[in-house]
Each structure stands twice: as structure tokens, then as C-alpha cells.
């Protein structure tokens, strides 16, 4: 029903930034909430942000002021700003969608049944 494709991640210096896309495709009109996760060997998804389709966002304290979440509805694509990139930002970078449900709190991985592939980031010092 719904597709997912990030892009955009790479190699940067701590200090950088990147911005990822995600790409939303399929027969699902409603895009309630969108999130972006990231994931480390050995760890389970950290959610990120995630963004309401009334408007509304949510951050990880980790990356709060230093990452912003938008959306492009006639582009059909999800964005992730990374801004003052840090070694710890190392991960892979997965975008996520819940066409059924509003976001109604942090991204939390079982709050989205969509998920792409993901791309990864890494951070060097």
C-alpha cells in the first residue's frame, strides 16, 4: 500500500550536515504520521522525529535543535535536515509512515506499520 525510499545519506565531518528524503509512493492517499528512526549494530530503532500531517512535530532530545522533519506533499517526499552533525549520529536512517492513526506522541517504532529500506549516515570526527 505504501512505499518508502530513502536517500541522501553519506559520509560527513562532525560539524556537517546532510539532508535525507524520503520518497512516499503507493495506493495510500492519508500520510497521518510520518517518522524518521535510526539504528546502530547490536540496538533496536531510536526514534527521531516525527511529523503530523496537521502540522505538529516531535523531536528526540538528542537531536532536538539540530534536526528538522518536513514534509513536500506535491512531492510526495519526507525530509530529515541534519544539521551539527556528531560522531553519534553515525546510523542507518529509516523513514517510516502510519497512514491509519494521527502521531499522538514521540516516534515509537510499533506506531508505524511502513517502513523503508534505509540510508546510511556516517559521522566522522
Known amino acids: 500500500q505504501v512505499q518508502l525510499v530513502e536517500s541522501g545519506g553519506g559520509s560527513v565531518q562532525a560539524g556537517g550536515s546532510l539532508r535525507l528524503s524520503c520518497g512516499v509512493s503507493?495506493?495510500?492517499?492519508?500520510?497521518?504520521?510520518m517518522g524518521w528512526f535510526r539504528q546502530t549494530p547490536g540496538k533496536g530503532r531510536e526514534g527521531v522525529a516525527n511529523?503530523?500531517?496537521?502540522?505538529?512535530?516531535r523531536y528526540a532530545a538528542s537531536v532536538e535543535g539540530r534536526f528538522t522533519i518536513s514534509q513536500d506533499n506535491a512531492k510526495n517526499t519526507l525530509y530529515l535536515q541534519m544539521n551539527s552533525l556528531k560522531p553519534e549520529d553515525t546510523a542507518m536512517y529509516y523513514c517510516?509512515?502510519?497512514?491509519?492513526?494521527?502521531?499522538?506522541?514521540?516516534?515509537?517504532?510499533?506506531?508505524?506499520?511502513?517502513w523503508g529500506q534505509g540510508t546510511q549516515v556516517t559521522v566522522s570526527s
Open positions: 511529523i503530523d500531517n496537521t502540522g505538529p512535530t
Open positions: 503507493g495506493s495510500t492517499s492519508s500520510r497521518y504520521c
Open positions: 517510516a509512515a502510519n497512514p491509519w492513526q494521527h502521531c499522538w506522541r514521540g516516534p515509537v517504532e510499533t506506531d508505524f506499520p511502513y
